[in-house]
């Protein structure tokens, strides 16, 4: 089908006429997506088949990776890249007057996530499925991905995400494996032969109904799986209202919860996080059950992982499962459960740290609370024994505690492996934040450096770049992304720097052109792409980005002799609906951005952009475009960042914080190749411990400071005189939480390094390919080769022919 061009011409025109009755000529965009999609599909079937018997048939040990997100993006075109036939379908297109890119952007994103957490998770996949790892990752599928936005007026606009509207070529819907949940009712409990039996009377059932996507491995006929679960109501509906049953019942699968590093506390969550898990667990232990009489050796040959504490029921709900249906002793089923699961935690900001109300989780999950009781009883016995009298700390560590059932402590103890995201944010654990916890378990926790997927961040989203190394140092970093660093030889190479600032050049043209289509603001080409793309949090202070760009455009308006190179500052970012300061700095930036474009002067040497809608899509055009990649957050707060290496594996130099991996990334490129200010993690953790900051001195010490925040509410921004008051009273009344203002200054000079830096292009494109040499390091095979020897204990499947 897909060997050569006419053979896939034929197929395509055969199939597109049959599946739609119509000529090819009379045939729409849509339908030649939709046919190509099944072709596809219909060419990876039998390698999906022969891995998911291969799983079945062998004993290899199998990881199952659950997340209440996975930010997937789009599909085709990298589908079509991992087979390895891109270039045949794109030859056979254009034969047929077909331009593949365009048929490719005609597919809506798969954006069932926020941003790290769920963007990690789908790198992850494709790294297993790409090194041949038996793992597989276990979803909800929302109706409703995070919300589009728009920008009206300067303000963020949210609308419903349609990514189901036209259909889904990829799931293949499952309902023979459909499972059944059950919510709220009472427990009843009995005695059979002297033992304890417990069931669930008047429950209210959900079904869940798989459905399947395939995960396409680089170059390999591996083909692993992501289900995802969708919500539809039980064929037994309780006796109430039908209509309002089935409503409430599809609410469960209906949206993905807004909130990055936020925890939202609603019933509706917790419905969503039971679902996902108890579906996953019932459907992992059926299929186990196929190949194995008992659960007895079920740690050997499962592994499952949860992705932070969202799916951290997986405890409970396993124990209930080894109790209830396989009738296991306490101790034995506790000794399963643990050494299956392990846990990632990614962020330490106390605002997203999950605590759940007795009163809606008793209620809700009858069962599963008296597990988690149980087992806090027992943990807290133990540590009574160990730590007799010492109340405090046993206050401290209990999973329930003061009402609330903690997450993350059942999570720690629950698991055999606990882990953080980049080396500080794992030592901030041990040391600080879980610290109590680390005392008593030090062998569960460890460093798993995050990793993004090479294959979409650089082959997919950068060809050109991809061909200049490739025909640089051959094709082996293909397959073994660390042999990136024999780039290094090459960068005082003028012919390669110069055929490096070619590609930049170009990328930068081509994202010029879609700032342009969208903004109709023209950009100067030439300036330097200055980028910040990430979720609006104050923690990651876009408004120090923003305080220095107010800055510069003083100087300018002020100083005729002051001039800088040419810049373009570029922001994307979605904010939270229910999050007031993001907003308000979304607000920030649009005002900012048509007071710099609109001035004759300084909009010849600097222009503001605000990207709409930031999503994965949009992203695989903006880090190859970019210069300089804006990595600001305060000092201990970003957990690892994942944008920084993408960023870096484009060509990109950081201005960044020591924080999360930007210090990994330091560490790999040395200090002469990134630019790094600020207060240290250590530094900021003793101000938060200790006090002693007080930002109104900046405020009144720093002239520069001084007029810029008091820019945000002078009337500096035309009619918007009471808009940016609260972002005022962040810095000065509430005393500048994040140390906006303790590292402008910093800041400023960092940036000025930078603008000397850039001046000299041959030496900035020397670091530039230095960083590419050194990205290799941050390939999420190289995180998931980790995962698989550190934490999961799993083998590669062998490759089928
Ligand atoms: C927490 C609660 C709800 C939704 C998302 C989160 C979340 C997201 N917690 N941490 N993250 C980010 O995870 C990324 C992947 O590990 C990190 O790179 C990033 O620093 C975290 O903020």
């Given at each position: 089908m897909f060997s050569n061009k006419n053979e896939f011409k034929d197929s395509f025109l055969k199939r597109l006429e049959m599946s739609y009755g119509k000529k090819f000529?009379?045939?729409?965009?849509?339908?030649?997506?939709?046919?190509?999609?099944?072709?596809?599909?219909?060419?990876?079937?039998?390698?999906?088949?022969?891995?998911?018997?291969?799983?079945?048939?062998?004993?290899?040990?199998?990881?199952?990776y659950l997340s209440i997100e996975f930010l997937l993006g789009r599909l085709l075109g990298q589908n079509l890249l991992n087979l390895g036939i891109r270039e045949v379908v794109l030859e056979g297109f254009a034969d047929l007057g077909i331009d593949l890119e365009e048929i490719e952007e005609s597919e809506a994103d798969a954006g069932l996530g926020n941003g790290g957490l769920g963007r990690l998770a789908a790198c992850f996949l494709d790294s297993l499925a790409s090194l041949n790892l038996p793992g597989h990752g276990l979803g909800i599928r929302?109706?409703?991905?995070?919300?589009?936005?728009?920008?009206?007026?300067?303000?963020?606009?949210?609308?419903?995400?349609?990514?189901?509207?036209?259909?889904?070529?990829?799931?293949?819907?499952?309902?023979?494996?459909?499972?059944?949940?059950?919510?709220?009712?009472?427990?009843?409990?009995?005695?059979?032969?002297?033992k304890l039996e417990f069931r669930h009377v008047q429950s209210e059932n959900i079904m869940a109904v798989p459905y399947d996507m395939p995960v396409i491995g680089y170059e390999t006929s591996t083909v692993n799986t992501l289900r995802l679960w969708n919500a539809e109501p039980a064929p037994h509906p309780p006796h109430r209202d039908v209509l309002a049953y089935k409503r409430e019942t599809e609410a469960v699968s209906e949206f993905l919860y807004p909130d990055d590093t936020h925890d939202e506390g609603k019933i509706l969550r917790l419905k969503q996080q039971y679902f996902l898990v108890s579906a996953s667990?019932?459907?992992?232990?059926?299929?186990?059950?196929?190949?194995?009489?008992?659960?007895?050796?079920?740690?050997?040959?499962?592994?499952?992982?949860?992705?932070?504490?969202?799916?951290?029921?997986?405890i409970p709900e396993l124990m209930r499962i080894l109790l209830d249906e396989e009738h296991m002793e306490w101790e034995e089923a506790w000794n399963i459960t643990f050494n299956t699961i392990s846990y990632t935690n990614h962020t330490t900001l106390s605002e997203?740290?999950?605590?759940?109300?007795?009163?809606?989780?008793?209620?809700?999950?009858?069962?599963?609370?008296?597990?988690?009781?149980?087992?806090?009883?027992?943990?807290?016995?133990?540590?009574?024994?160990?730590?007799?009298?010492?109340?405090?700390?046993?206050?401290?560590?209990?999973?329930i505690a003061h009402g609330v059932v903690k997450m993350a402590h059942l999570a720690i103890v629950g698991s055999h492996s606990v882990n953080g995201v980049a080396k500080i944010h794992s030592d901030i654990l041990k040391n600080r934040e879980m610290k109590l916890f680390h005392q008593i378990y030090p062998q569960k926790f460890n460093n798993k450096t995050n990793g993004i997927t090479h294959r979409r961040w650089l082959l997919k989203a950068n060809p050109e770049l991809t061909n200049l190394i490739t025909e640089t140092i051959g094709t082996d970093w293909i397959t073994n992304p660390h042999?990136?660093?024999?780039?290094?030889?090459?960068?005082?190479?003028?012919?390669?720097?110069?055929?490096?600032?070619a590609v930049k050049r170009k990328r930068k043209e081509i994202l010029a052109d879609i700032i342009e289509k969208k903004t109709g603001i023209s950009v100067d080409k030439h300036s330097i792409f200055d980028v910040q793309v990430k979720r609006l949090h104050a923690y990651k202070r876009q408004?120090?980005?923003?305080?220095?760009?107010?800055?510069?455009?003083?100087?300018l308006k002020e100083d005729s002799n002051f001039t800088i190179y040419?810049?373009?500052?570029?922001?994307?970012?979605?904010?939270?609906?229910?999050?007031?300061?993001?907003?308000?700095?979304?607000?920030?930036?649009?005002?900012?951005?048509?007071?710099?474009?609109?001035?004759?002067?300084?909009?010849?040497?600097?222009?503001?952009?605000?990207?709409?809608?930031?999503?994965?899509?949009?992203?695989?055009?903006?880090?190859?475009a970019t210069d300089v990649s804006e990595q600001i957050s305060t000092a201990s707060k970003e957990a690892s960042g994942t944008g920084n290496m993408k960023f870096m594996m484009n060509g990109a130099l950081t201005m960044g914080t020591l924080d999360g991996a930007n210090i990994e990334i330091l560490e790999e490129v040395g200090k002469e190749n990134i630019f790094t200010f600020g207060l240290k993690a250590d530094e900021v953790l003793n101000y938060y411990e200790n006090g002693g900051y007080r930002s109104s001195e900046y405020y009144h010490h720093d002239l520069r400071i001084r007029q810029v925040v008091d820019q945000l509410t002078n009337g500096f921004f035309p009619d918007t005189e009471d808009e940016f008051e609260a972002i005022k009273d962040s810095l000065l009344y509430e005393n500048d939480q994040y140390f906006v203002l303790r590292d402008f200054a910093s800041y400023v000079d960092a940036q000025e390094q930078l603008e000397k830096a850039y001046k000299n292009q041959d030496k900035w494109l020397e670091k530039a390919l230095l960083n590419i040499a050194h990205s290799g390091y941050f390939s999420s095979d190289r995180t998931i080769h980790e995962y698989a020897d550190g934490i999961w204990d799993i083998q590669p499947i062998p490759v089928i022919h």
């Open positions: 000529a009379e045939s729409t965009k849509r339908d030649q997506y939709q046919t190509l999609g099944n072709m596809v599909r219909e060419h990876i079937s039998s390698n999906w088949i022969s891995t998911n018997e291969w799983n079945r048939a062998s004993n290899n040990k199998q990881v199952y929302y109706k409703h991905g995070l919300f589009d936005q728009k920008i009206v007026d300067g303000y963020q606009v949210e609308l419903p995400e349609q990514w189901l509207r036209h259909g889904n070529v990829w799931e293949v819907r499952k309902p023979d494996q459909a499972i059944e949940i059950p919510f709220w009712g009472k427990i009843e409990h009995s005695h059979e032969d002297g667990l019932q459907s992992i232990v059926r299929s186990y059950l196929k190949k194995n009489d008992t659960l007895h050796e079920f740690h050997k040959h499962v592994a499952i992982h949860v992705n932070d504490t969202h799916p951290v029921l997986a997203a740290l999950e605590k759940w109300p007795l009163h809606i989780f008793k209620p809700l999950l009858p069962r599963i609370y008296m597990i988690v009781e149980e087992l806090n009883e027992r943990f807290c016995k133990e540590l009574w024994n160990r730590f007799p009298g010492d109340w405090n700390r046993i206050e401290n560590m209990a999973i042999l990136m660093i024999e780039l290094k030889r090459h960068i005082y190479n003028p012919l390669l720097k110069e055929e490096f600032a408004l120090l980005n923003v305080l220095h760009i107010m800055y510069l455009y003083n100087r040419p810049r373009t500052f570029i922001f994307g970012a979605k904010a939270s609906p229910g999050y007031y300061y993001a907003k308000k700095i979304i607000k920030l930036i649009n005002s900012l951005a048509d007071k710099v474009n609109s001035d004759p002067k300084v909009s010849k040497m600097m222009k503001v952009i605000f990207m709409e809608n930031y999503r994965v899509s949009l992203a695989e055009h903006i880090f190859p």
